[in-house]
C-alpha cells in the first residue's frame, strides 16, 4: 500500500475497537436468563481481552457499547447504562497492566480476572439493589457464575492467542 492509500492508527483504533464491540454484543448475546433481571454470559472474557490489546481509551468503548447494546437488545434495557459503567470499571485493571505485559494471560492478568470479577458481583449487586430490590441477593449466585466463567474462558482464550502470537501481531498491524 502506498502512502496515500495508508490508514492512520486512529482510523485503524475505531476499527478494531468496533470489531471488539461487536465480539463483546455476541459473545453477551449467547446467555442465559437469571433470576429478576440480567442474565449470564462470557462476554467479560474479550472484554479482558480487548483491554489487553488495546488499552484505554478504546478498550473502554468496546466494553461499554458492546455490553449496552446487548442489554437493549435483549429486553434489559435498564441494565444498560449500568452495564456500560461496570464493564468500563472491569477493562481498568487489565488496561493498567496492557503495556507491561508481553502475553495476555501472565499471573498479573489472571489474578485481574478475580478483582473485575468482584466488581462485576458487586456492581450488579448494587444495580440490582436499586432496580429490583428483592432480587438482589437472589442474582448474587448467578453473577459469581458470571465472573468466574468469564475468568475461566479469558484463560483459555489468552492461553490460545497468545500461541498464535497475538499480542505482537496485534501491535504491528495498529502501527504500521
Not at 32 to 53: E, F, K, M
Request: net charge positive; with cysteine; hydrophobic share 55%.
Amino acid at each position: 500500500m502506498n502512502k496515500t492509500m495508508s490508514i492512520n492508527k486512529t482510523t485503524k483504533n475505531i476499527c478494531f475497537s468496533a470489531m471488539f464491540a461487536a465480539m463483546i454484543f455476541g459473545l453477551t448475546m449467547l446467555h442465559v436468563p437469571i433470576g429478576a433481571g440480567g442474565y449470564i454470559h462470557v462476554g467479560d472474557a474479550v472484554i479482558y481481552v480487548t483491554a489487553l490489546l488495546m488499552g484505554g481509551p478504546w478498550a473502554f468503548v468496546s466494553a461499554a457499547i458492546g455490553a449496552a447494546c446487548a442489554d437493549i437488545v435483549s429486553g434489559f434495557a435498564v441494565y444498560a447504562i449500568p452495564s456500560a459503567v461496570i464493564k468500563v470499571l472491569i477493562a481498568v485493571p487489565f488496561v493498567l497492566i496492557s503495556k507491561k505485559e508481553s502475553k495476555l494471560l501472565s499471573v498479573r492478568s489472571a489474578a485481574f480476572t478475580v478483582i473485575s470479577g468482584i466488581i462485576t458481583i458487586l456492581g450488579y449487586f448494587l444495580t440490582d439493589l436499586i432496580v429490583y430490590r428483592e432480587g438482589a441477593i437472589a442474582d448474587l449466585p448467578a453473577n459469581v457464575i458470571q465472573a468466574v466463567g468469564s475468568a475461566v474462558v479469558f484463560v483459555v482464550l489468552a492461553f490460545a492467542l497468545d500461541r498464535a502470537g497475538i499480542k505482537l501481531r496485534f501491535k504491528k498491524e495498529i502501527d504500521k
